[in-house]
């Protein structure tokens, strides 16, 4: 929620994402969803207090740049945080369990054998008592062995916690930078979605030669969009400013060919569903794949 009358940044074609920028704020705001992440709702007074209110007043005036900035800063940071390992963890608890269960039917088989040579009386059969007296010294070797194995088990589950600990606690001292970090990447998305209302009300003749106008169905204005954004993104990526080809020459560097290439499947396929009879198949991913775009 922005706070009435905040400034705002202007938006433009700039503010589409390049594909290093669309995948470092892919990359962080993935690595906050997972639980252990913090959100505006963490901040003192919560996503409603005067913290997270600042926070977003802030956002809205900020430039791109320092917003994407800010995300590359703390995906730094975010390298450097204590590393926890969950199945690690799961795994020393399972086996933990596991050593405690075998000890106790040592436990178990000791008592019992016991019992048994004590029913055997000072005059029984000297051949059992001396098996039994076997089993015996047998079954306390092996609990030995599990107590051992046991301690150690114990050691590593503690320090699996003491990791655990230190993350909850790296991210209790960094809880307001990734909080930020988190909020000023959806802004980097929310602006790139107005960039590609500007270009749907306003499109480029570059995009209008590629992809026709924008349809006014929901479902085929939504593919245009996944076009212009394939487009849009390649052209930021090699400084392309010819207003005429949206792809810009064509180039002798291999690595350029193929993803201009790629971008121009997308654009033949986006074209094709757009233009087809009927309502448009739905997508069930965006056209600009994660591998489509990449430099």
Not at 198 to 223: D, K, M, N, T
Request: net charge positive; proline share 7%.
């Amino acid at each position: 929620m922005t706070a009435p009358g905040a400034p705002r940044a202007a938006v433009s074609l700039r503010d589409i994402a390049s594909s290093t920028d669309a995948i470092e704020i892919e990359r962080l705001l993935g690595t906050l969803r997972h639980p252990r992440g913090p959100s505006l709702r963490d901040l003192p007074g919560g996503e409603h207090g005067p913290a997270a209110q600042q926070l977003r007043r802030q956002t809205v005036s900020m430039p791109t740049s320092a917003l994407r900035a800010s995300v590359h800063q703390t995906l730094q940071l975010l390298d450097n945080r204590p590393s926890v390992h969950p199945e690690a963890y799961a795994a020393s608890r399972r086996r933990l369990g596991t050593l405690m269960s075998q000890r106790a039917v040592e436990d178990d088989w000791i008592a019992r054998l016991r019992a048994r040579r004590g029913r055997l009386g000072r005059f029984g059969e000297q051949g059992l008592r001396k098996a039994l007296d076997a089993d015996i010294e047998t079954r306390k070797q092996q609990r030995r062995r599990l107590i051992g194995q046991e301690r150690h088990a114990e050691r590593v589950v503690e320090d699996h916690e003491r990791r655990h600990q230190a993350l909850h606690d790296w991210h209790t001292d960094h809880l307001y930078q990734l909080a930020e970090a988190q909020c000023h990447a959806q802004a980097l998305l929310a602006r790139q979605e107005a960039a590609l209302d500007l270009a749907a009300a306003v499109p480029p003749g570059y995009l209008l030669a590629e992809l026709g106008a924008p349809p006014e169905r929901p479902e085929a204005r939504q593919v245009w969009r996944e076009g212009a954004l394939a487009i849009l993104r390649f052209r930021k990526d090699h400084h392309i400013e010819d207003p005429n080809r949206a792809l810009g020459q064509p180039s002798v560097g291999a690595s350029h060919r193929l993803r201009r290439s790629e971008v121009q499947l997308v654009v033949d396929q986006a074209r094709q569903l757009i233009n087809q009879h009927g309502e448009p198949v739905p997508l069930v991913e965006p056209l600009n794949a994660p591998d489509i775009g990449l430099p």
